[in-house]
């Protein structure tokens, strides 16, 4: 199966920019549903955001406009630029890979998973 490894996330105060990226071990990002996902301590694992094999995008309401996500496929990576970053953003983040098509942010939509990226924005 799949490995997926992010990187990118730290530390940074409210209203800065995070730039994540995961790296797959085979073409998975070319070919699948990915996503991105943030779990805070005590809450549920939400789903972020959404791209899928033809770069149709989809959001969760709370990063509507400030998020982007995106893929270069040559470098088998996923990207998650966050911007305008606010405290209730804090969680660990992850990537996840899908099946071929995306259909919506719920974590059962998803097979694969990384470790995680810690963000932490502080206000």
């Known amino acids: 199966q799949v490995q997926l490894v992010e990187s990118g996330g730290g530390s940074v105060q409210a209203g800065g920019s995070l730039r994540l990226s995961c790296v797959a071990s085979?073409?998975?990002?070319?070919?699948?549903?990915m996503g991105w996902f943030r779990q805070a301590p005590g809450k549920m694992r939400e789903g972020v955001a959404s791209?899928?094999?033809?770069?149709?995008?989809l959001y969760a309401d709370s990063v509507e406009a400030r998020f982007t996500i995106s893929k270069d496929t040559a470098k088998k990576t996923l990207y998650l630029q966050m911007d305008r970053l606010k405290p209730d953003d804090s969680a660990m983040y992850y990537c996840?890979?899908?099946?071929?098509?995306?259909?919506?942010?719920?974590?059962?939509?998803?097979?694969?998973w990384g470790q995680g990226t810690q963000v932490t924005v502080s206000s």
């Open positions: 996840a890979a899908g099946y071929r098509w995306c259909t919506g942010l719920l974590p059962t939509g998803f097979r694969n």
């Open positions: 085979d073409d998975t990002v070319r070919d699948a549903c």
């Open positions: 791209i899928d094999s033809v770069g149709t995008t």
